[in-house]
């Protein structure tokens, strides 16, 4: 049986607002405002992406599954539960109760098991408005995509309903032949939600006229998101049977958004910083499953078609590492080549958030030590490296702080090619913090590793560097260090329960790992040789932070244009009476 999309406009009720908008509730519209405000199905690819324009900037696919919701409802401290429970609550307020609907009773039995969300750029944006913030735009132009799985079922109930608002009205007009319908109130202003039906498989609900009219363009024969280069091949690399979400970023169109709105925006921050990693990328896609204590994902990257370079110099050698830093460790990046990491990472276009600028960090170690970064130490420190930040290693026996705030150690180590040259580097280093700092450079033994003390005459900040099994050698800000890495650790980091979970579903062998103990680090007073996550974000942001315990992303390299992500969230959970 065919249903003729205007038996899903009777004339009495406004229900594809309420359709869509409560499927939003339950499927997208609630976790998407959550998300956006802050930071096997039937086919391997995402629902109704046949229909979204290629030129999308992002698609979320949601599971309209209570249970699924249910299941996320759990996670998150009580005010990232109570925001959570708020905003439910007023979409079913604004959308079902209003309208005296129920989602099991009108809904569920007819919408597919899945729904899309496309969030599509602006047209024209006039020059005259108010500025906007990055995430305001991108959430202005938006269109949802909700699959018709029964239409006899989606035809009895939808033609069934109560009657409308008096303050409400409908306006119809037609695009394309497709009759779209919008909602309006007693003072003729047009509401947010606009609404269409394609043949008896889809129901379009969208934010703007603009929305509607692209997407039914796509259905009438424009290009859509399946034609973008690459995009099939890696989502449906990426397949999760369970999955909860799944997420595509069209990274050139949204770094390009970002980057507008930004100049538009009074607001100063740097809304292309969470993009600039991918920069050369065509896209990112990722599935998203719920697991017991928190959200596993399965992601991927691809490059432009143009971008000629590519990952062909790099490979999946990491894992070591992990096992030379301590169980204390806070936060660790590690990868597999520390001189390929550093030629890309001075190559890029936009400083990476947390890191220092190349250019200053080149500048600065010729200026202050005579050494050139890339002579003098590049060509010895091309093996597997690690970045870590520890707990504040608690004063020895018999000895006193000199800082009333015990510092985090953080330590880079790596495993060098050619030991030679790296002792004969270090001992350049000694050379020069002894005559040009007046620092005193002690040299002593643990247990067979060699260990060098920088101590300042001032008594103040402390570093040290050495060597560890098998030709790695370290360097540390921060006192005590060298106690906790010489001549190994008594429990490593990749021998913890939580670093042991955040990896358990990543591949083997892989590019590398970062580590992040946020539960922890939230609950040390100590200072920190880097900034401060929380000046890193907005107060929005780090209240959504405060949810997430850890976190764990493993990255291995596919071929040489596309690299697969693991990404582990241990989020926090309510506690049970």
Excluded: C
Excluded at 23 to 46: C, D, E, H, M
Excluded at 168 to 188: I, M, N, P
Excluded at 263 to 286: C, I, T
Excluded at 313 to 324: F, I, K, Q, T, V
Aim: proline share 8%; no cysteine; glycine share 6%.
């Amino acid at each position: 049986m065919r249903l003729k999309s205007v038996q899903f406009f009777p004339k009495k009720p406004p229900l594809l607002l309420t359709v869509g908008a409560a499927v939003g509730l339950i499927g997208g519209g609630a976790l998407a405002y959550w998300l956006l405000s802050r930071l096997p199905q039937k086919t391997a690819l995402p629902t109704g992406m046949q229909l979204v324009p290629q030129p999308a900037l992002m698609t979320l696919t949601l599971s309209t599954q209570a249970s699924d919701w249910s299941k996320l409802q759990r996670f998150g401290t009580p005010a990232t539960q109570q925001e959570f429970t708020d905003q439910l609550e007023q979409w079913r307020d604004r959308v079902l109760t209003l309208n005296r609907l129920s989602f099991e009773r009108d809904i569920r039995p007819w919408v597919g098991d899945r729904v899309t969300l496309a969030f599509l750029p602006e047209g024209d944006p006039d020059p005259s408005r108010p500025p906007t913030t990055p995430t305001a735009q991108i959430v202005e132009n938006v269109v949802m995509v909700l699959p018709i799985d029964d239409p006899q079922q989606a035809q009895a109930l939808l033609t069934a309903a109560a009657p409308t608002p008096p303050e409400q009205a409908w306006a119809e007009r037609e695009y394309k032949d497709v009759t779209v319908r919008t909602l309006k109130s007693s003072s003729g202003a047009a509401s947010d939600l606009e609404t269409a039906v394609l043949g008896s498989d889809w129901v379009l609900v969208g934010s703007t006229a603009e929305a509607i009219e692209q997407t039914i363009d796509t259905y009438k024969g424009d290009p859509s998101i399946l034609e973008t280069p690459g995009y099939r091949r890696a989502m449906q690399r990426i397949v999760e049977p369970q999955s909860f979400a799944q997420i595509y970023v069209n990274i050139p169109a949204a770094t390009q958004v970002l980057g507008s709105a930004e100049a538009r925006a009074e607001a100063g921050a740097n809304p292309a910083a969470s993009v600039v990693p991918l920069q050369g990328s065509q896209g990112f896609g990722a599935t998203a499953t719920l697991v017991t204590d928190g959200i596993h994902f399965r992601g991927t990257s691809w490059l432009q078609a143009d971008r000629e370079i590519t990952y062909a110099d790099l490979d999946n050698s990491a894992g070591e590492l992990p096992r030379y830093l301590p169980e204390s460790t806070l936060m660790m990046m590690s990868g597999g080549n520390l001189q390929q990491f550093w030629q890309r990472f001075s190559r890029t276009e936009t400083p990476l958030p947390f890191l220092p600028d190349p250019s200053s960090l080149r500048a600065g170690l010729q200026n202050q030590t005579g050494l050139d970064l890339e002579d003098a130490i590049m060509p010895w420190a091309d093996g597997e490296f690690a970045l870590g930040l520890l707990s504040p290693v608690p004063v020895a026996a018999g000895e006193e702080s000199a800082l009333p705030v015990q510092m985090a150690p953080l330590v880079l180590m790596v495993q060098a090619s050619d030991r030679a040259a790296a002792e004969a580097t270090w001992s350049q280093l000694d050379q020069v913090m002894r005559s040009r700092y007046r620092f005193e450079v002690t040299r002593s033994d643990r247990n067979g590793s060699p260990v060098t003390q920088w101590i300042s005459p001032f008594q103040g900040i402390q570093f040290s560097h050495g060597w560890l099994e098998g030709n790695v050698t370290f360097f540390a800000i921060g006192a005590g260090a060298n106690r906790v890495l010489s001549p190994q650790p008594e429990r490593p980091l990749a021998a913890t329960s939580l670093f042991q979970t955040l990896t358990s579903r990543a591949p083997e062998p892989n590019n590398g790992h970062f580590f992040l103990n946020l539960q922890a680090l939230n609950q040390l007073g100590a200072a920190f040789p880097i900034p401060p996550l929380d000046q890193a974000l907005d107060e929005d942001n780090t209240a959504f932070t405060s949810a997430i315990e850890a976190l764990g992303v493993t990255t291995a390299i596919q071929d040489d244009r596309s690299v697969n992500y693991d990404i582990y969230v241990r989020l926090a959970r309510e506690k049970t009476p």
